[in-house]
């Protein structure tokens, strides 16, 4: 956003430069020697004529670095409206990554059918290996299981 307001304060610079050393070069070219300021009014200005065409360009220079100007003050908004849009976005992300890391990440067994078939297979003299394998069990929860059958038995 900076660098929009550095670009539109130097594009606005540039065009005043241009048009200030447009007229300054004009009045020295038609500037008669010895001409002095008149004491009450300023510059005489009987002795100036402006070209109506130069004035007709420096309006035109104008009104184009208005309409410049104007295009750029509505790009930077709407590069504000859009920072803004995205820095609520950042935020709704921001709480969900922190959601998300703060959750435990544990993996949902459906009880009866991994503790039950982990139960018939070691009644069936599987090993205690296959079943961990197979069930993708703790070795403990395998061998407590193993222990619990031999106590109910």
């Known amino acids: ?10 594009v606005d610079v540039a065009f005043m430069a241009g048009i200030l050393l447009m007229l300054f070069s ?6 008669p020697a010895g001409a002095d300021l008149s004491v009450a009014g300023g510059l005489n200005s009987s002795l100036y004529e402006f070209d109506p065409e130069i004035l007709e360009r420096l309006k035109e220079e ?12 509505k790009k930077r908004n709407e590069l ?13 992300i921001d709480r969900a990554l922190k959601r998300v890391s703060v959750e435990p990440h544990v993996q949902q067994r ?5 503790y039950e078939g982990a139960t018939d297979m070691l009644n069936h003299g599987a090993d205690v290996s296959e079943v961990v394998k197979r069930f993708d069990l703790l070795s403990g929860e395998a061998e407590l299981i193993t222990s619990l059958n031999r106590l109910r038995n």
Not at 110 to 114: P, Q
């Open 1 to 10: 956003m900076n660098h929009w307001v550095m670009i539109l304060s130097m």
């Open 26 to 31: 004009y009045k020295k070219s038609r500037r």
């Open 62 to 73: 104008l009104s184009a670095a208005r309409e410049i100007t104007e295009r750029l003050d």
């Open 80 to 92: 504000e409206k859009l920072e803004e849009s995205l820095m609520s976005n950042k935020k709704v």
């Open 110 to 114: 459906r009880w009866h059918d991994t």
